[in-house]
């Protein structure tokens, strides 16, 4: 085992540098690789104690694999890259006194790189040593000004320290360097983002935008840093040009991971369904089992409230994703508005079994067999949800679910709890029309609290006055209260303003119309609700008259 980590050492494998094998030199002096005798044990020790982290890394073991690279960079300390390669490992397994010790020695060497002293710097600042983190910094500045390390660290120490200008001046430094990379430039507009972010406002947004600009006129080849600086735009709100920077990559590179995503996104937050639901579908086309992409598709038709397809991208991203809880409350959603409700507990049945017990699967399971005018049922799950919501989530007991709560108990005869749930619905909201309209409505039916009633009805009317619903509960309320006239004028209205024909509403227009004696238009008024859905109680009211009719 040790002779293969060997062989793959010297080939340069598994990502690794070989200790000695870059342009530094085993000991601080210039000119022609030291070939004393102490320098090549120096060497072979390291190589040592390299290859055994290796093996170690190879079977799986990066505690004691860190021991032995620790030990091979402190063998031949001043081979720079092996003390990098090191200390990057170290720092992963948050060894930041061992990573700190290795990079003071190496930086005791008067060739040691601006690199090495950045490192240095990101250490001390990592263990709160914030003056020599500063310190280091500086001398990494100077070693390797045309590189960002160094810049990057010190921004990065004063925003911590809330010192906003202080971090604008070290950018400000960088962004006078003579004739920079593009990379340079888009890296150092994502520090003044960064800092804009922090609290440096529009002047930091504006030179950031500055330095994207110079580094896009460049025109830069490499499609990596083209999607780098589309991300710079984006970050910075600027999404139209960062999605045309995205467009353009997409044609040379179609293949190009995460650039439909990023423009999804953008195009999301602009606001612009059309557009990212194409790039979803695209996604699709290239990537059909993205789970993420068919549950924003599913998103997306929910809200246009094309159902249907909710429910059918829903599906598609359950089978890829059955774990993503939240797909199984969307999908029972999707199918109760489809007024599917088996379906929807089907769905909810598979979360039962796979899921902890929650407020959101009893709501939905209540809301279920509501469609299914399985009322006590309905009941017994929305008062479980209100148990589980008093426990752990208190926040869910909205004047929406108290309303639905109060409908529940109406719907199973309860109406004392039914008016307890109401009365404290409109306690937390008191212009919630729809719970004043229920209340009173509920009341006026049992011809009980006739004039609370109708102060609430009227209430809910003044709010929503081309409401057809409400409009029939004042007809019905003052027909309750014998004042027959004006219940007609309200029931009429009532009708004037209904979306679709509803046989409630035809139906109380003809008990008002008997009450006056109008046979005739309270048989038409029957007869209309009739036709709209049969009804046997409406039948025996045209029955009943029909017989008073001949005896008279």
């Known amino acids: 085992m040790l002779l293969l980590a060997l062989g793959l050492l010297w080939a340069g494998c598994a990502g690794v540098v070989a200790p000695g094998s870059a342009a530094k030199k085993s000991k601080p002096v210039a000119g022609e690789e030291d070939r004393s005798p102490e320098a090549i044990e120096r060497r072979t020790e390291a190589h040592a104690h390299y290859a055994a982290g290796v093996v170690l890394d190879i079977n799986e073991n990066p505690q004691a694999a860190a021991e032995e690279y620790f030990k091979a960079a402190m063998a031949d300390v001043y081979d720079e890259s092996l003390v990098l390669d090191v200390t990057r490992r170290l720092l992963q397994l948050r060894e930041q006194e061992k990573s700190l010790e290795l990079l003071q020695e190496a930086s005791k060497s008067p060739t040691a790189s601006g690199q090495l002293f950045a490192r240095l710097g990101m250490v001390y600042s990592l263990v709160g040593k914030n003056e020599e983190a500063v310190a280091a910094n500086r001398i990494a500045v100077k070693k390797a000004p045309h590189s960002l390390a160094g810049y990057q660290n010190l921004v990065h120490i004063h925003l911590q320290n809330r010192q906003i200008e202080e971090a604008l001046k070290v950018l400000e430094e960088a962004s006078r360097q003579p004739d920079p990379e593009p990379l340079f430039l888009v890296e150092l507009g994502e520090l003044y983002a960064s800092v804009m972010r922090g609290g440096g406002g529009d002047a930091a947004k504006s030179k950031a935008l500055e330095l994207f600009?110079?580094?896009?006129?460049?025109?830069?080849?490499?499609?990596?840093?083209?999607?780098?600086?589309?991300?710079?735009?984006?970050?910075?709100?600027?999404?139209?040009?960062?999605?045309e920077l995205y467009l353009k990559l997409l044609e040379k590179f179609p293949n190009l991971p995460t650039l439909r995503e990023?423009?999804?996104?953008?195009?999301?937050?602009?606001?612009?369904?059309?557009?990212?639901?194409?790039?979803?579908?695209?996604?699709?086309?290239?990537?059909?089992?993205?789970?993420?992409?068919?549950?924003?598709?599913?998103?997306?038709?929910?809200?246009?409230?094309?159902?249907?397809?909710?429910?059918?991208?829903?599906?598609?991203?359950l089978l890829l994703a059955p774990n993503f809880e939240q797909l199984y409350y969307d999908l029972a959603g999707a199918h109760l508005n489809l007024k599917q409700p088996k379906e929807a507990l089907q769905v909810l049945g598979k979360a039962r079994t796979r899921f902890q017990h929650s407020f959101v699967t009893e709501y939905f399971t209540a809301m279920a067999y509501s469609g299914m005018k399985d009322h006590t049922n309905a009941l017994k799950h929305l008062v479980a949800a209100e148990v589980i919501a008093r426990a752990t989530e208190t926040n869910r007991l909205s004047t929406n679910f108290l309303?639905?709560?109060?409908?529940?108990?109406?719907?199973?005869?309860?109406?004392?709890?039914?008016?307890?749930?109401?009365?404290?619905?409109?306690?937390?909201?008191?212009?919630f029309s729809e719970a004043m309209n229920y209340l009173g409505y509920m009341w006026a039916?049992?011809?009980?609290?006739?004039?609370?009633?109708?102060?609430?009805i009227e209430k809910a009317v003044e709010l929503e006055p081309k409401n057809?619903?409400?409009?029939?509960?004042?007809?019905?309320?003052?027909?309750?209260?014998?004042?027959?006239?004006?219940?007609?004028?309200?029931?009429?209205?009532?009708?004037?303003?209904?979306?679709?024909?509803?046989?409630?509403?035809?139906?109380?227009?003809?008990?008002?119309?008997?009450?006056?004696?109008?046979?005739?238009?309270?048989?038409?008024?029957?007869?209309?609700?009739?036709?709209?859905?049969?009804?046997?109680?409406?039948?025996?009211?045209?029955?009943?008259?029909?017989?008073?009719?001949?005896?008279?």
């Open 468 to 552: 057809a619903a409400y409009l029939d509960s004042l007809g019905w309320v003052l027909f309750k209260l014998d004042k027959r006239e004006q219940a007609l004028t309200w029931l009429q209205k009532a009708i004037e303003h209904a979306e679709e024909p509803d046989p409630t509403l035809y139906d109380h227009l003809g008990d008002v119309f008997s009450s006056l004696n109008k046979t005739r238009e309270a048989r038409e008024a029957w007869r209309k609700a009739l036709s709209i859905e049969p009804n046997s109680a409406i039948e025996r009211k045209l029955g009943a008259k029909d017989t008073s009719e001949n005896k008279e």
């Open 403 to 431: 309303f639905q709560l109060g409908a529940a108990y109406e719907r199973a005869q309860n109406y004392e709890e039914a008016e307890k749930y109401f009365r404290r619905c409109l306690n937390l909201a008191p212009k």
């Open 213 to 243: 600009d110079r580094a896009n006129k460049s025109n830069p080849a490499n499609p990596l840093l083209q999607q780098k600086l589309a991300d710079g735009f984006a970050a910075l709100g600027e999404s139209d040009r960062a999605a």
């Open 445 to 456: 039916e049992r011809g009980t609290n006739l004039h609370e009633a109708h102060e609430l």
């Open 262 to 317: 990023k423009l999804t996104d953008l195009y999301i937050r602009k606001q612009d369904k059309t557009k990212a639901v194409e790039q979803l579908e695209a996604l699709i086309r290239n990537n059909p089992t993205s789970a993420q992409a068919y549950y924003l598709l599913g998103h997306f038709a929910f809200e246009e409230k094309n159902f249907k397809k909710a429910v059918e991208h829903y599906s598609k991203a």
